[in-house]
C-alpha cells in the first residue's frame, strides 16, 4: 500500500512511519516542521520506500500517484504548543482536515483522524465513553484546540455520509514515549526533564488532577488496527490505568532516583479535572488493549530523555 501521513515527523508520525515501512508499505510523510522535528524521521530518509515532502496541509495539497490510506496527524497538541500557535492549530485542524479528505476523495483513499480526548473537554462523566458529547470552553485557551479537532470530527463524518469515503477516527488520550520533544510544555517530558537535570518538578494547581498514560508502541498498534477495522465511528486509544499529577511526579522521582523537589504552580485554564478512556468498543471492534505498564514504559522513556540530555550537554 501507498500510505501518506501528515504531521509524520511529529512524535506520533513518526513512530507511524516507521509502523508502516515495517510492515511492507510506502510510506510519504508531509510536514512542515511546525512542531515536528526533522530529526524524528531522519534515519528513515535513505529508505526506498520512504519519502519525505515538507508542506504545511492548512494550504492546498497535491500528492501524485495512487494513494491507499491517509492518516492525519499534522496540528500542534501540546497545551503550550497550541496556547503558542492557537492560529495554525485551528487551521490544521479545519482547512487541513478539509485539504486531506479532499486528496482521500481524489485517490480513494482511505482516511484516519487523529482526534483526541480534548474532545470530551472538562468531563463530567468519568470514564470517558465514545457516546459522551463532551464539556468544551469555545472561547478558552484549549478551545482552538478542542473545536478544531471537534469540527474536524464532524468534517470527516460529513465525507463519509456525502461522499462514501471510508474514514475512521481515533480519540487519543495522553501518550507518551521516545520523541517526544523535552521543551513541548506536556508533563512527561517536564517532569522527566527537570528530574534529570536535577531542577523542581512543577506540579500545576493541587496535583489531585488525573490523567491515563499510553507509551506509544500500545498506541499505534492500535491505530494500525483501526485503520484495517470496519469502523467509522470515533474510537478511544488510551491507557485506562489512572493516576494523579501529584503521584505521577512521585513516580518519576523515584524511577529516576532524583533528588529533585516538587514545587506547586498555578493551575492553567480550563485544565481537565480528571482523563482516563473507557476503551471498551476499542476491545470489542479491534481486540486491542495496551500492553505496556506504566512503570516499564516510564523506565524506557527515561532512558531515551538521559541520552539526549546528555548529547545537547556534550553539545555546549
Ligand atoms: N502539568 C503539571 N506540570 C507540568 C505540566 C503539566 O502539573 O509541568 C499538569 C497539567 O496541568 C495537567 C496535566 O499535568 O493537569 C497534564 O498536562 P499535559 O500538558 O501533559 O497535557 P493535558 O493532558 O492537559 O492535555
Known amino acids: 500500500m501507498r500510505v501518506v501521513i501528515t504531521g509524520g515527523a511529529g512524535f506520533i508520525g513518526s513512530h507511524l512511519c516507521e509502523k508502516y515501512l515495517e510492515a511492507g508499505h510506502r510510506v510519504t510523510c508531509i510536514d512542515n516542521l511546525l512542531t515536528g522535528v ?16 515538507r508542506h504545511d496541509v492548512s494550504k492546498p495539497v497535491f500528492v501524485e500517484g495512487a494513494v491507499d490510506r491517509i492518516l492525519h496527524f499534522a496540528s500542534p497538541a501540546s497545551p503550550v504548543d497550541y496556547l503558542n500557535l492557537p492560529i495554525q492549530t485551528l487551521k490544521v485542524g479545519s482547512l487541513g482536515t478539509h485539504n486531506m479528505l ?10 484516519l483522524l487523529a482526534s483526541t480526548s480534548e474532545v470530551y473537554g472538562d468531563p463530567e462523566i468519568h470514564p470517558q465513553r465514545e457516546d459522551y458529547w463532551g464539556h468544551v470552553n469555545p472561547i478558552g ?4 484546540y478542542d473545536e478544531a479537532k471537534r469540527f474536524a470530527e464532524a468534517m470527516v463524518m460529513a465525507y463519509h455520509r456525502a461522499h462514501g469515503l471510508e474514514t475512521r477516527i481515533v480519540r487519543i488520550f495522553n501518550t507518551y514515549g521516545n520523541r517526544m520533544r523535552l ?3 506536556r508533563v512527561l517530558p517536564n517532569f522527566m526533564g527537570q528530574a534529570l537535570r536535577g531542577e523542581p518538578l512543577t506540579v500545576y494547581g493541587t496535583g ?3 490523567r491515563s498514560f499510553c507509551h506509544v508502541s500500545d498506541l499505534v498498534e492500535g491505530i494500525v488496527k483501526l485503520m484495517e477495522s470496519d469502523s467509522p465511528e470515533p474510537v478511544n486509544l488510551g491507557n485506562p ?3 494523579t499529577i501529584l503521584q505521577f511526579a512521585k513516580e518519576i522521582l523515584e524511577l529516576s532516583g532524583s533528588t529533585s523537589q516538587i514545587v506547586f504552580k498555578p493551575l492553567p485554564q480550563d485544565d481537565p479535572r480528571v482523563r482516563k478512556p473507557d476503551i471498551t468498543r476499542a476491545k470489542q471492534r479491534l481486540g486491542w488493549e495496551p500492553k505496556v505498564v506504566r512503570r516499564d514504559g516510564l523506565l524506557m522513556t527515561l532512558e531515551h530523555f538521559k541520552k539526549r540530555i546528555q548529547l545537547e550537554s556534550g553539545k555546549h
Open 38 to 53: 526533522e530529526g524524528n524521521v531522519a534515519h528513515l530518509a535513505g529508505h526506498q520506500q520512504f519519502e519525505f515532502i
Open 102 to 111: 479532499g486528496v482521500a476523495r481524489a485517490k480513494k483513499a482511505r482516511f
Open 141 to 144: 485557551i484549549r478551545g482552538v
Open 183 to 185: 521543551d513541548d510544555g
Open 208 to 210: 489531585d488532577q488525573t
Open 241 to 243: 490505568e489512572e493516576v
